[in-house]
C-alpha cells in the first residue's frame, strides 16, 4: 500500500514562498504521474501542477510562472514538492499530493497553506 506524506504548508504573506513536501513510501519512478491538488474555502478541487513518469511538467493558468512542481528520487528519497513563489492570497487552501499507478489513485492527507497579511 502507497502513502502519501504532505509537508511544509503554513501561513505566509502575500509575495512569499513555500515549498511542500510529497513523501512516498515507494519509488516514486513506479508512478505514472504524480500531482498536487488544491481546494480553497468553499471551492471545488482543482489540479495545480502535475509531473510525468518522463518528468513532462503541466501547470494550471492561476500558476504558470509562479509554481514549479519537481522530483527527487535520488537516494531513496521518494519525494515530490512544489515550489510555491510570489504567492496570492487567492492561493490559500489544502493542498493535496496524489500519484497515479494505474489502476490504483493515491492521495496524501492535505497540508494547509494560507496566503494572508
Known amino acids: 500500500q502507497v502513502q502519501l506524506v504532505e509537508s511544509g504548508g503554513g501561513l505566509v504573506q502575500p509575495g512569499g514562498s513555500l515549498r511542500l513536501s510529497c513523501a512516498a513510501s515507494?519509488?516514486?519512478?513506479?508512478?505514472?504521474?504524480m500531482a498536487w491538488y488544491r481546494q480553497g474555502p468553499g471551492k471545488q478541487r482543482e489540479l495545480v501542477a502535475l509531473?510525468?513518469?518522463?518528468?513532462?511538467?503541466?501547470?494550471a493558468d492561476s500558476v504558470k510562472g509562479r509554481f514549479t512542481i519537481f522530483r527527487d528520487n535520488a537516494n531513496a528519497k521518494n519525494t515530490m514538492y512544489l515550489q510555491m513563489n510570489s504567492l496570492k492570497p487567492e492561493d490559500t487552501a489544502v493542498y493535496y499530493c496524489?500519484?497515479?499507478?494505474?489502476?490504483?489513485?493515491?492521495w496524501g492527507q492535505g497540508t494547509q497553506v494560507t496566503v494572508s497579511s
Open positions: 496524489n500519484a497515479l499507478q494505474p489502476p490504483r489513485d493515491y
Open positions: 515507494g519509488s516514486i519512478s513506479s508512478f505514472f504521474r
Open positions: 509531473i510525468t513518469s518522463s518528468r513532462s511538467t503541466f501547470y
